[in-house]
């Protein structure tokens, strides 16, 4: 079982920046990000495997940057240009072995983060 702690978030203005800090217990091949607003379905943000391959959905391409440290087993998501689109909770997502962008691909979960941005 691996456990995911995330920080980071809160609220932001429009046009700010944010990074948000997910750390494992163990470490894992993969880690990402999803993202839940209200009213909608968990969408896909990034994700990062151990040796460096990354994948975003399109878009937050040049808006959001996926790094992890993997002598810490943590993985960050630095938010730039935010818009109150990107309000949401954001989980941290670990571990799965197969295409990253469904949810129900993933074996663990962070508790999410909140990140509000205002206008």
């Known amino acids: 079982q691996v456990q995911l702690v995330e920080s980071g978030g809160g609220m932001v203005q429009a046009g700010g920046s944010t990074r948000l800090s997910c750390a494992a217990s163990h470490s894992t091949y993969s880690m990402g990000w999803f993202r839940q607003a209200p009213g909608k379905e968990r969408e896909y943000v990034a994700a990062?495997?151990?040796?460096?391959?990354?994948d975003y959905v399109d878009s937050v391409k040049g808006q959001f940057t996926i790094t992890r440290d993997n002598a810490k087993n943590t993985v960050y998501l630095q938010m730039n240009s935010l818009k109150p689109e990107d309000t949401a909770v954001y989980y941290c997502?670990?571990?799965?072995?197969?295409?990253?962008?469904?949810?129900?691909?993933?074996?663990?979960w962070g508790q999410g983060t909140q990140v509000t941005v205002s206008t």
């Open positions: 997502a670990a571990g799965g072995n197969r295409e990253p962008r469904t949810a129900s691909n993933w074996w663990y």
């Open positions: 990062i495997t151990w040796d460096g391959v990354i």
